[in-house]
């Protein structure tokens, strides 16, 4: 059964001006704020993923409780109780139909109203179907995290688990592209056996229907494929082949087939693969994609070309990519240097040339890590641009930067996503410390509180 909890809020008014780029400290803005206390409860785990459902009602994904739904006037908090597979939920989304999924570390869930139900997933080799993990003590037998991407231009979504791959049609989970997997597999290979299975990272979908997959782990020789569209009906891509996998000559007539479908993305001389961090298309049709350690790749159809830049984003981990209503692309950073992430900040490309931003020009100087690390960018109703990350959340109107940090009511742990709803009001979820909600005025923190007996 449900259980609606309790949640205190702690909301700090305020006013604020502008931050121009490059202005001095004495010029940042000045900000009257009413001090409150708040009583944080117990933990609510990594709060990484949120969205709004054409009802209104905005949804939440937690680490350690489950998800949680705010309708409007409280909070409803679903867990393993309610049918969720697991209480560590890592996504959540809507799909065509208005069905809400949760991605959980134990499987797929989706939404009936009012409890979830887990969703069988498909054996890989198509011959039956698994019955989807419940959490009643029993040892797990595998690995069944399940990741899912953004909607294809059709409506259908793509989820994939290890090195499986799935798409959901609007009825049911269909196993595909096994060919697809099989190749990830070869070549995902395990270079370290300490930490966990290599699996694929993410799956994208651009306009024409091509698939973009890379793989993402820290024991495997992470790479990128391009699947394309016209490939998807080749019968050794979707599962129909009949070669026989026994006979060598079959086998190498198999393989010949996959890498005239498949394209694995390499660097211009071939002697280095491109593992995707991040992946967006612009409103041009061109492909972006951010990498883990080499900045920006652009692909326009036919040709990859290093999109080189000043002060490093060339040499940055970008995880992050949007375009605005303008056509800017922001690409924000967070490159490793040891066991300290030291981003290089935000950069904007306009079609023309690249500026960065950093907390020297009024970008994520409130937060209690200021160390230019930028976790997600979003766009409100007015054209504002949000960035966040380690230092709290700022905004760009147009001629420069208004930030906010715990003094003005934001959480001082690291803001993980940026969920703007229907009324206007800007949602951020964080690492640990609940959610906060931004109305234009100020900010209202959420954050479960342990009701006494």
Request: aromatic share 12%.
């Amino acid at each position: 059964m449900k259980t609606i909890i309790s949640f205190m809020a702690a909301a700090v008014l305020l006013m604020a001006c502008p931050v121009q780029s490059k202005t001095s400290t004495s010029e940042l803005q000045k900000i009257k704020a009413r001090r409150v206390i708040t009583d944080y409860g117990f933990r609510v785990g990594y709060i990484s993923s949120g969205v709004q459902d054409r009802a209104g009602n905005t949804w939440f994904a937690s680490t350690l409780q489950g998800v949680y739904r705010y309708d409007g006037k409280k909070f409803t908090n679903y867990t393993v109780k309610d049918g969720l597979s697991s209480d560590c939920a890592t996504a959540v989304t809507e799909d065509k139909n208005g069905t809400i999924w949760v991605a959980t570390e134990n499987g797929a869930c989706i939404f009936n109203g009012s409890s979830f139900t887990a969703v069988s997933v498909p054996a890989a080799d198509g011959s039956n179907f698994l019955p989807a993990f419940t959490t009643k003590g029993e040892k797990l037998k595998r690995s069944n995290a399940v990741s899912f991407s953004k909607q294809t231009s059709n409506g259908d979504t793509w989820y994939w688990s290890g090195f499986n791959i799935y798409r959901y049609n609007g009825k049911s989970l269909v196993y595909a592209l096994p060919g697809v997997s099989s190749l990830l597999r070869s070549k995902g290979k395990r270079v370290d056996t300490t930490y966990e299975n290599p699996n694929i990272w993410e799956i994208f979908e651009d306009k024409k229907g091509n698939i973009w997959l890379t793989t993402g782990s820290c024991c495997c020789l992470n790479c990128t494929f391009k699947v394309d569209a016209k490939s998807m009906a080749n019968p050794c891509v979707s599962g129909n082949c009949k070669h026989d996998m026994h006979n060598p000559q079959q086998a190498a007539l198999h393989e010949r087939e996959l890498a005239t479908a498949i394209t694995e993305v390499t660097t211009k001389d071939g002697n280095r693969g491109i593992a995707f961090s991040s992946i967006l298309e612009d409103k041009s049709g061109e492909i972006w994609i951010g990498t883990w350690d080499s900045g920006v790749y652009k692909y326009d159809g036919r040709n990859f070309t290093h999109f080189k830049g000043k002060n490093g984003l060339d040499h940055s981990l970008v995880g992050v990519m949007y375009e605005d209503r303008t056509g800017n692309i922001w690409f924000g950073t967070g490159a490793k240097n040891g066991n300290i992430y030291q981003g290089s900040g935000a950069f904007r490309y306009d079609g023309k040339s690249l500026t960065q931003y950093t907390r020297k020009d009024g970008l994520l100087n409130k937060g209690e890590f200021q160390n230019n690390d930028v976790t997600c960018i979003a766009e409100d109703k007015n054209g504002r641009v949000w960035i966040c990350g380690d230092g709290g959340a700022s905004y760009y109107d147009g001629k420069g930067f208004t930030s906010f940090g715990m003094k003005e009511g934001l959480s001082k742990e690291r803001v993980s996503a940026i969920v703007p709803d229907h009324n206007g009001n800007i949602w951020f979820t964080t690492e640990d410390m609940g959610v906060f909600r931004y109305d234009g005025k100020g900010f209202t923190g959420f954050t479960e509180k342990k009701i006494q007996d």
